[in-house]
């Protein structure tokens, strides 16, 4: 089955500066990544997603890249503020009638 | 409804109390999955419904979980003889092509 890794499990970085989450994943048949934002008490929301047919997607201040070679992903948010603290999450799915398979998580904390 | 809810929202159980919490998912959502979030990690799959399906309960991590979906709509997830270890929130999720709608959770502690 599908497994995702998903790294740094912890980044710190200043107002204003870019933070960058990478993520792998080992079935090739996958073809569809999302990401979620996860604050305190609150469900995962999806914050953009992209599919294989793609390798880059843009949305204001966040950016996805998707190498289906190497098999990873990764999310770019720009020009970071404090509430884009929370935790983040990756995923990965193959067809619309499996699960979605998650990564661990990157605790994102923005320092004023 | 206009988006998945789950109940109850917050669930103190005994150690060896049965819980059963509950999805009503988006209607018309056929798809319907059950994911157990412990603290500090990435939400787990348990098991999946197509209407009233089970179609795969193979993260269902012992048989003390047991799901079901009688009617394709409303799902329940059941857990006998409640352990520390099941203290998690229990997320659940349905699908519409490939977007996932999340309910806010069921939040279990076992004391």
């Known amino acids: 089955g599908e497994n995702v890794e998903q790294h740094p499990s912890t980044l710190s970085v200043q107002e204003g500066d870019s933070a960058v989450i990478k993520c792998t994943y080992s079935?090739?048949?996958?073809?569809?990544f999302p990401w979620y934002k996860q604050e305190l008490g609150k469900r995962p929301q999806l914050i953009i997603d992209?599919?294989?047919?793609?390798g880059e997607k843009k949305d204001q201040r966040i950016a996805v890249t998707l190498n289906k070679t190497a098999k990873h992903f990764s999310l770019h948010i720009t020009e970071t503020q404090p509430e884009d603290s929370a935790v983040y999450f990756c995923?990965?799915?193959?067809?619309?009638?499996?699960?979605?398979?998650f990564g661990k998580g990157t605790r994102l904390s923005v320092i004023a | 409804g206009a988006g998945v809810s789950q109940s109850p929202r917050y669930k103190v159980a005994k150690r060896g109390q049965d819980v059963a919490l509950r999805c009503d998912p988006i209607?018309?959502?056929?798809?319907l999955f059950w994911y157990q979030q412990a603290l500090g990690q990435g939400p787990e799959f348990l098991t999946y419904?197509?209407?009233?399906?089970?179609?795969?309960k193979s993260g269902l991590p012992s048989d003390r979980f047991f799901a079901e979906r009688p009617e394709g709509s409303v799902s329940t997830l059941k857990i006998q003889r409640t352990q520390q270890e099941d203290s998690a929130v229990y997320l659940c999720?349905?699908?519409?092509?490939?977007?996932?709608?999340f309910g806010e959770g069921s939040w279990l502690t076992v004391v």
């Open positions: 995923a990965a799915i193959a067809s619309g009638n499996t699960p979605l398979v």
């Open positions: 992209i599919r294989s047919n793609v």
């Open positions: 419904f197509q209407n009233e399906a089970q179609l795969d």
């Open positions: 209607s018309g959502h056929v798809s």
């Open positions: 079935d090739s048949a996958s073809n569809y």
């Open positions: 999720a349905t699908q519409l092509g490939n977007t996932i709608y």
